[in-house]
């Protein structure tokens, strides 16, 4: 028997975001731009349960600076191949990134960058696990399914966080898309 899903929503500096679980076991976190989107359907304001709560503090502690590393519990569905690269994502210090290559290096793939940067692309948890550290081999911010905008945010916001500056050259191509 499958065990529900349950959501909750979080007011965040990126947008709004529903966090859902299965289980006590984070299975997304998904950014909402249409009010009118079904994952808006059933996200509980506040009082989402125990579990669903403290994920939302955690990701509070984060937007805060407070926060640097997630632990918890998760339950993501993918290829054998896709849960290596997620699990990879996830030792990506704060602050720091990395490109796809070396990131396909790194799950044992060397030249697989496109394909590590499909899983990337898959990764239903965003900023929980990290793909926002991933950028292109030349430097640039590369892609992210939360646009441009908003991962430039979170590099950024990391960096902040850590006493750095983030790249001129990342705040011209976040504008030009």
């Known amino acids: 028997m499958k065990s529900s899903v349950t959501r909750a929503r979080l007011a965040s500096p990126i947008g709004e975001l529903v966090v859902e679980a299965e289980a006590d076991r984070l299975r997304g976190l998904h950014v909402v731009d249409d009010p ?3 994952l808006l ?18 990701l509070n502690d984060y937007f805060e600076g407070r926060r640097r590393r997630f632990d918890l519990p998760m339950a993501q569905d993918g290829t054998a191949f896709q849960r290596r690269v997620w699990a990879e994502l996830s030792k990506i210090p704060y602050g720091e990134t990395i490109s796809y290559g070396e990131l396909a290096a790194r799950v044992g793939a060397p030249g697989a960058s496109r394909a590590v940067g499909s899983a990337n692309g898959r990764n239903r948890i965003a900023v929980v696990i ?17 646009g441009l905008g908003r991962k430039l945010w979170l590099l950024g916001h990391e960096a ?6 983030t790249p001129a050259r990342w705040e011209r191509e976040s504008v030009r898309t």
């Open 36 to 38: 009118s989107d079904p």
């Open 130 to 146: 990290p793909c926002h550290r991933v950028i292109a081999s030349g430097g640039g911010l590369g892609g992210y399914g939360g």
């Open 41 to 58: 359907i059933g996200a509980e304001l506040g009082g989402a349960g125990a579990f669903l709560d403290d994920v939302r503090a955690r």
């Open 160 to 165: 902040r966080v850590l006493g750095r500056e």
